[in-house]
């Protein structure tokens, strides 16, 4: 193994070598790395292997696979996944659940066809803008006094992000699309040394969970019967292959009368004939209508 000093610069990474990282990011994340992302893997890669001494990409790929704890895999993950997200991302997913998905469930439970209670993943919540943001829109919809049951499930691969999820403070530029009610109920302003922050308060924290989850493991640790998944813009780092598996375990988690919300590039015409397609890029599974007859958007 070469060791480093601080400003030597790394050997570039060969072929070969790129060649064993993008398969092992594909089997153990199902991330497929194109070869045009070579630069990107590199750049990602490069403090890392400056942080542990090592010169060349091979040394580090040995460091991941020897690591028998699977620390330093999920490392590797963590800085090669892509984390661009914002608060109320694909404005019209929102509308629809207000003004369609709610109300409908609400009906549903007027008439004593549901519970009043509401469990909702999302599957790729990177640092929490998805999550907080289904939170703040089911609790101005389902107050504490309306008796509903209200729960998020949120994970990610990333450990990284999962952690500033967790934390629930962001930079507060980062507000710009919260609707101005919302983030007046919902959220903190920082003062003194948390100038320029804004933090998740307590009623919209309650009712998330986090959890770190590889949406290309096998199975999920995660309770089947749910109300709506948002797996919004990971997909498009997965193959056609593992987007299939991915959307099959998926569907196997939902409620017969469930969402499935997708990222807008995520669009699965002709992919899966379990789903049919009742706003751009939200789906509920074939043959289990649930009274909806097919309502539109305002
Ligand atoms: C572009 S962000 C999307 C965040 C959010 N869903 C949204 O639409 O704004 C993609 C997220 O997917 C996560 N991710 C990538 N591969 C994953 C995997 N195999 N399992 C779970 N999460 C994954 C990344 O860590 C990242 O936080």
Not at 133 to 141: E, F, I, T, W
Not at 155 to 172: E, F, H, N, P
Request: proline share 4%; glycine share 8%; charged share 25%.
């Amino acid at each position: 193994m070469t060791s480093l000093s601080p400003l030597t610069a790394l050997d570039p990474i060969s072929d070969r070598e790129f060649r064993a990282f993008q398969e092992l990011i594909y089997r153990e994340a199902g991330i497929h790395l194109a070869p045009v992302k070579k630069v990107l893997l590199t750049g990602r890669l490069a403090k890392r292997l400056r942080d542990l001494g090592l010169q060349r990409f091979q040394d580090y790929f040995e460091r991941v696979v020897g690591d028998t704890s699977g620390a330093e895999l999920v490392i590797l993950l963590d800085a090669i996944t892509t984390n661009e997200t914002q608060f109320f991302r694909e404005p019209r997913q929102f509308d629809y659940l207000e003004q369609v998905i709610y109300p409908e469930w609400q009906r549903r439970a007027e008439e004593g066809r549901r519970q009043r209670a509401v469990r909702i993943w999302s599957a790729a919540c990177s640092s929490g803008e998805e999550p907080y943001s289904l939170a703040m829109s089911l609790l101005q919809h389902f107050p504490a006094e309306s008796g509903w049951n209200l729960e998020i499930e949120a994970s990610d691969i990333s450990t990284r992000v999962l952690k500033r999820a967790q934390d629930g403070v962001w930079a507060m530029n980062r507000s710009a699309h919260i609707p101005a009610h919302l983030l007046k109920r919902f959220m903190l302003r920082g003062t003194g040394s948390q100038e320029g922050l804004m933090k998740a308060g307590a009623e919209v924290r309650r009712p998330i969970r986090f959890s770190r989850l590889n949406l290309n493991d096998d199975s999920y640790p995660v309770r089947p019967g749910l109300d709506a998944i948002f797996c919004r813009n990971v997909l498009i780092y997965f193959d056609q292959a593992s987007r299939a598996h991915v959307v099959n375990r998926l569907l196997d988690l939902l409620t017969p009368d469930g969402y499935l919300f997708l990222g807008h590039a995520e669009s699965l015409t002709g992919m899966n004939d379990r789903v049919r397609s009742v706003a751009p890029a939200i789906y509920t599974l074939r043959g289990a209508d649930g009274g909806r007859g097919g309502e539109r958007l305002r």
